[in-house]
């Protein structure tokens, strides 16, 4: 056998137990919808996705609709209307969504939008790229019908007036107080995934900061044949190890949701220390309806709509 052959004929034969492992083995969940989000927030959103997708919805439409939900709550200070502010003062949102045949779209340094999900579906569906960012994203949205408004709160506003006035409050805070996005994975009536990721980012960072939540692989990923998995927590340390991919990938090679995100979560760990204070929290859903989750500290939850059932879950903590 010549080198070359020989060398192709070992590849393949090193990578056929991983691909077999995670495709073929795993029987595709139908007519049972489950939708999973992050945090409490995610029991409204779920009720919202449930509804669409045993009305027979995709996917797709029910994460978006789901996040809407979050999106448009005041009280929320952490994902889009009353989001708190980055150090000027200004709620700048990013969001991404995905469906199950690999398209996507994203926004990020989005302002004055109070849903940027359904702006980034538009940029998937109606442009031929995959992310716009700032004005340009402005511009966008407002050439599809969207309106312009305030989005900082009163309550948001007070916040960060204080903050202003003492830049070490933060310190006091605990590793799930300035950020709580909502990433919302669902499987519909025909076993097709779809995945959304929405936020206004950590509180009171420099102008301009992009976080996890609109790149594609970090935020979140859908692969329509493993599963999908989302990401909330600070983002840099997400982004630095394509968290949500790997888990996916990680999946793939045949590990389940749980022993995939568990990994995601010791790389970051192994990368900052064990004396860490930030979070990092994922979640995961495989073709066959089996979840996964992890997180470094203790406070993550995720909900979980599952046989008819919305419930919010505790996480356990790797430190």
Known sequence: ?????????????LASPLLASGDQKVKRNTQNPIVISTWNHGIPANEVSAEILHAGGSALDAVEAGVRVTEADAQNQ???LGGRPDRKGIVTLDASIMDSQGNAGSVAFLQNI????????L???KTDHVMLAGQGALEFAKEQGFEEENLLTEQSAVGWEEWKRNNNIKDTWGPN?????ITSLAQDKNGNIAAACTTSGLAYKLHGRVGDSPIIGAGMFVDNEIGAAGATGVGELVMRTCGSFLVVELMRQGLSPMEACNEAVERIIKKEGKNTKSQVGYIALRKDGEIGYASIHKGFQYALYKN???KLYDVPSKL
């Open 114 to 121: 109070k849903h940027p999900i359904s702006v980034a579906r």
């Open 78 to 80: 952490s994902v889009g």
């Open 123 to 125: 940029v998937m569906e």
């Open 308 to 310: 008819k059932k919305n």
């Open 1 to 13: 056998m010549k080198r070359r052959n020989f060398l192709k004929a070992s590849a393949l034969t």
């Open 177 to 181: 107080d300035d950020h709580d996005t």
